[in-house]
């Protein structure tokens, strides 16, 4: 066979392989998910045998009457929020980076997370001391909910005024723009938090460690509502966010409506981080790295395979994630935060350092 | 080849509007046509508005007065949507995209044909893969395009464009940034796309020379916002490409249809003998600053061209000295000693050149 035919052949062959390589990781990474979601089912300061496990999802009942109650009540809801943030969280930032053509891009980057910041530590702060402690000490008092919404308000306000401000400037002075926002807004919480008590400080300090815990069967409906709509906008973006790959320029010559992708691209990532965080906390990471990772993995840029990757490996990574915070055999629970940056961080530096051109211009 | 117009304007104003200021107007009255199936070049000074000109053409900013209609429709009219499924564009603009393969790049060309998920049919990848065998960039196909060279780059943008099925294609500033022979490449891929497909090609380019050898027609821009349509022999004939980049450091020569350095006159001189060396020997002197003469008078330099066994000699006679050269480097360097060195910085050059010289060559004379 010569060299011609050979590259003609591969000319035809191009699409059908890369579609058969993907299947191939797409079926492995679904396992994997499969595997990390059971196993934080059964691990944690009380091991439960993985064949319980099945069952008490099957809709039966454990050997003892509290393994059910630990799986049903505390880790089958910890372990569908680590599921749904890590996937929208993911998304999210995939969606930021191809965006703002940036890779350092995350679901904070337009200052959502500071938002939200805002919103909890004007609750917190403003407590009385007992309350606050209570706050986060007990789940199910109406407090949490509160927190919540009022993270949500936060995250939302800044949003409001981003996607004001989305409508008139470009892309790079919107990213800077973002970023002034979070630090104003980080500001505004470090004023409040200077005039405050040491029991709210703390519990303020303990909701930006992240968790994935505080998520219960009641709250449950809005996240997950919220974020499955976000990743159902994310497919119907797939397009508009493969024609931002060439900026938008050529977005513009192949036919992209600009200023409205732009908007729901904001609108999407927003909703998608910002519930999140309300929810979870500020959980660092895992919206810049799984991204990376992913085009690392499938060796592409198309988001018709990124996207749901990104969501799968996010999942995946906030499992492990989670489970690692847990320090299964022991009563101690890590940071998340710290989890996620120690995960996080060296596949950021692996992911730089081992791409080829490393030219100026902000190839990724 | 059919007149059917691609493109055409009409009492056309092209330039920027300014806040609270009257708009500025970079060239008026432009009334323009492309053809199908033809190349034409866009050139001018820097400065003149070729680059508003191929925005305006292409979508991308309103014209300030008068109409552009794509293929007999008014382009501002047309949604983002219709006008890619018309008009595609090579920006200047860099992509720098990792993990994506040329393939993929020239694939996202399909997007006005494609549906909401942007997925590819098999008449989709069958375009797809003509595009990159129409710029010969087939072998590229499943390279990163962060990898590719500024050339190879090229031809893979000018695929993805082409990939859109456009009737009109609109490339700025293509050959820049590539060396002679990736020029020429894109240039023959260009004119050859346009002649055999009937697409109407307009490019922007500061080639001129590349633009007079391929260009079926220049649009030459001058300063004075005046744009002078013409077949390029015709534009070196009438003078209109000498006008537009008249300047007090270069002149058109239309003889050789190219740029040559306005130096210092030094004198007068005249070649005797023929062939490649001969015309090489004339360069060499009119670099050197003398003016060519056609017959040999006295008190001008004479060089006399002998080409023996394949190797030209050069024979220089000035006044009483004379002397004979193998090489029209050394020739110049000898009259320019025998000047005394070009004129503004003499003795600094004199020196530099003795220390070169007494370093190149130690041995006394």
């Given at each position: 066979m010569t060299a011609t035919t050979e590259t003609h052949a591969s000319l035809e062959d191009l699409p059908r392989r890369s579609a058969a390589l993907s299947r191939v990781a797409f079926g492995g990474l679904v396992v994997a998910l499969v595997l990390a979601f059971l196993l934080s089912l059964a691990l944690g300061s009380v091991q439960i045998p993985l064949d319980q496990v099945v069952r008490v999802l099957a809709g039966g009942d454990a050997a003892r009457d509290s393994w059910t109650k630990i799986v049903l009540t505390y880790r089958l809801p910890k372990a569908l929020t680590a599921v749904l943030a890590g996937a929208a969280l993911a998304v999210s930032g995939l969606q930021m980076q191809t965006f703002f053509r940036n890779p350092l891009a995350d679901p904070s980057i337009l200052g959502i997370n500071a938002g939200a910041s805002l919103g909890v530590a004007a609750v917190v702060l403003s407590a009385k001391t007992v309350a606050a402690n209570t706050l986060l000490a007990n789940l199910d008092v109406p407090g949490h909910l509160g927190l919540v919404a009022s993270a949500t308000i936060g995250a939302a306000l800044v949003l409001v005024v981003v996607m004001v401000l989305a409508r008139y400037v470009n892309t790079l002075t919107l990213l800077i723009l973002g970023m002034m926002i979070g630090y104003l807004t980080n500001a505004v919480v470090s004023v409040l938090l200077y005039f405050s008590i040491a029991d709210q400080v703390r519990a303020y300090v303990s909701w930006t460690f992240g968790s994935f815990a505080s998520v219960t069967w009641r709250q449950m409906p809005v996240l997950a509502v919220a974020s499955l709509v976000g990743l159902c906008l994310a497919f119907l973006l797939i397009k508009w966010l493969n024609a931002f790959l060439l900026g938008e320029g050529y977005a513009q010559s192949m036919g992209m409506p600009v200023r409205r992708a732009r908007l729901w691209v904001v609108i999407n990532s927003a909703l998608l981080a910002g519930t999140v965080t309300a929810f979870c906390?500020?959980?660092?990471f895992l919206g810049v790295a799984v991204p990376h990772l992913c085009r690392a993995l499938w060796g592409t840029a198309d988001h018709r395979i990124l996207i749901p990757a990104s969501a799968l490996m996010g999942a995946a990574l906030a499992l492990l994630a989670d489970l690692a915070a847990q320090m299964p055999g022991s009563a101690t629970v890590l940071p998340l935060n710290a989890i996620t940056a120690l995960l996080g961080a060296p596949v950021v530096i692996w992911v730089i350092l081992r791409r080829t051109p490393m030219r100026a211009g902000g190839g990724w | 080849m059919n007149a059917t117009p691609v493109l055409t304007t009409k009492a056309m104003a092209i330039g920027y509007k300014e806040a609270r200021r009257p708009p500025r107007q970079l060239a008026t009255n432009l009334s323009l046509t492309l053809q199908a199936g033809e190349l034409v070049c866009l050139i001018g000074p820097n400065g003149v508005g070729k680059s508003t000109l191929i925005r305006t053409l292409s979508g991308m900013q309103p014209p300030l007065a008068g109409g552009v209609e794509l293929a007999g429709l008014d382009l501002t009219s047309l949604s983002a949507h219709e006008r890619s499924r018309h008009l595609a564009v090579v920006l200047t603009e860099r992509i720098s995209v990792g993990m994506l393969t040329a393939y993929l790049l020239v694939s996202l060309g399909r997007h006005p044909h494609t549906g909401w998920t942007g997925r590819l049919t098999d008449q989709d990848h069958e375009v797809v893969r003509w595009s990159l065998r129409a710029v010969g960039a087939e072998d590229l196909a499943g390279r990163p395009v962060s990898e590719l060279s500024d050339g190879e780059r090229q031809k893979v943008m000018i695929a993805r464009a082409l990939a859109q099925e456009p009737v009109l294609l609109i490339l700025d500033e293509p050959t820049a940034f590539l060396d002679l022979p990736r020029r020429v490449e894109i240039m023959r891929v260009l004119r050859h796309l346009a002649h055999t497909t009937g697409r109407a090609i307009l490019l922007s380019t500061h080639d001129l020379d590349l633009a007079l050898r391929s260009a079926d027609r220049l649009w030459l821009m001058a300063m004075d916002g005046t744009l002078i349509d013409g077949g390029p022999e015709d534009l070196v004939l009438n003078g209109g490409i000498e006008a537009a980049f008249r300047s007090e450091r270069m002149a058109f020569d239309a003889e050789s249809g190219s740029f040559r350095l306005s130096t210092v006159a030094r004198g007068t001189a005249c070649i005797e003998g023929d062939g490649l060396a001969a015309r090489w020997a004339a360069r060499a002197l009119e670099r050197a600053g003398y003016q060519l003469l056609p017959d040999c008078q006295p008190g001008t330099v004479r060089v006399t061209v002998t080409q023996a066994l394949g190797s030209p000699t050069f024979a220089a006679q000035r006044g009483t000295d004379s002397r004979q050269f193998e090489r029209l480097q050394e020739l110049v360097r000898w009259l320019d000693s025998q000047d005394g060195?070009?004129?503004?910085?003499q003795p600094m050059r004199t020196a530099l050149r003795q220390a070169v010289e007494a370093r190149n060559d130690p041995r006394p004379e």
């Open positions: 906390g500020p959980i660092g | 060195g070009r004129v503004e910085l």
